[in-house]
């Protein structure tokens, strides 16, 4: 395995397998996830992963619109299929609708990890609850769950929770309290939802942990998976 590191504005590291499909992390406890996922799903599968912090916390601080910041994501994403991956998948919701508009070359697919998520969150409505740690995860996933209702044709209503206070924990390295809030929050809110949206892709464990809510919650890592599969199997088009 092999690291490559840049510094400056759009400064990644990139950690080198052979490739089929490149993940654009903003955290590096997103790897392991998806290594293990795509290995699990298809082990002749192969991956890279391209981690940039700076994306989500600029993302953050000056918005996901801000012109510099949307040429460094596409910039981003590009770089991750200089080595030969097909498809680049970006696993951050807050910047993977900007992610997504990547412009792409022939035999190169871009996708966001959340958008398989988002349709089978519609399927399953129409009442959505959808969660995140991040308040500026929430317009995004919201904004994406809309386009997925007009693109099926059904109609939903959406209602949204802020895990105040999980994200330091995030950020700290406990993950068990960082799960352990997003649980807890999920199961204090007013059971007025049909479908529980985790919004962020480091979310997924908590999915488990509400199995008895009665109500399916859906996580983005390997509906997303899945997705990519399908993608893989079809080919990428011209």
Known sequence: MTVRARTGGTAFTIVRMPRHVAFLHTSPVHLETFDRLVKAADPAIQAEHVIDEALLS??????VDD???VQRIHKAMTAAAS???TVVVCT?????GVAERTPTRPGLAVARIDRAMADRA????????????LQSTLEPTAQLIRESSRALQIEVSLQTLWVDGAWPAFERGDRDAYIGAVVAAVRCAPRSFDVV??????MAAAADELR?????????????????LAVLQGGVPD
Do not use: M
């Open 122 to 133: 519609v399927r399953l409505g129409p009442r959505i609850l959808i969660v995140a740690a």
């Open 212 to 228: 008895d809510l009665g109500t399916e919650v859906l996580s983005s890592p390997q509906l997303g998976v899945h997705a990519l």
């Open 197 to 202: 949206v985790l919004a962020q892709a480091s």
């Open 58 to 63: 600029d993302a953050r601080r000056i918005g």
């Open 92 to 96: 951050c919701s807050t910047i993977g």
């Open 67 to 69: 012109p510099a910041l």
């Open 83 to 85: 080595n030969g991956a």
